[in-house]
Nanobody, 115 residues
Framework: VQLQASGGGLVQPGGSLRLSCAAS????????MSWFRQAPGKQREMVAS???????NYEESVRGRFTVSRGSAKNTLNLQMNSLESDDTAVYYC??????????WGQGTQVTVPA
């Protein structure tokens, strides 16, 4: 399983970015897919997740600003990020999970929002 994250970049506060995670197969083959992020000096944290049945969860600080969705392609999970803040600066990773305990990580994509 390979996951390829893309879409990061430098954006001004209040701006938007759209991240995409492309999997080597259909994302419906996974029990869940998630976006994580890791800021310098901080632990990696879950930002948003979607189960295979479509149940979505968001980390509190991004709720209402970020939206996770399946892309038009069967193998893509997107993260639309609006109203970006400097605290959103981090490397963003996508992760796929398959029962019983198989985790797959993509490489990160950098998101930078200057203060």
């Amino acid at each position: 399983v390979q996951l390829q994250a893309s879409g990061g970049g430098l954006v001004q506060p209040g701006g938007s970015l759209r991240l995409s995670c492309a999997a080597s197969g259909s994302i419906r083959n996974f029990d869940s897919m998630s976006w994580f992020r890791q800021a310098p000096g901080k632990q990696r944290e879950m930002v948003a997740s979607m189960t295979g049945s479509g149940v979505i969860n968001y980390e509190e600080s991004v709720r209402g600003r970020f939206t996770v969705s399946r892309g038009s392609a069967k193998n893509t999970l997107n993260l639309q990020m609006n109203s970006l803040e400097s605290d959103d600066t981090a490397v963003y990773y996508c992760r796929a999970f398959r029962l019983p305990q198989y985790f797959y990580w993509g490489q990160g994509t950098q998101v930078t929002v200057p203060a």
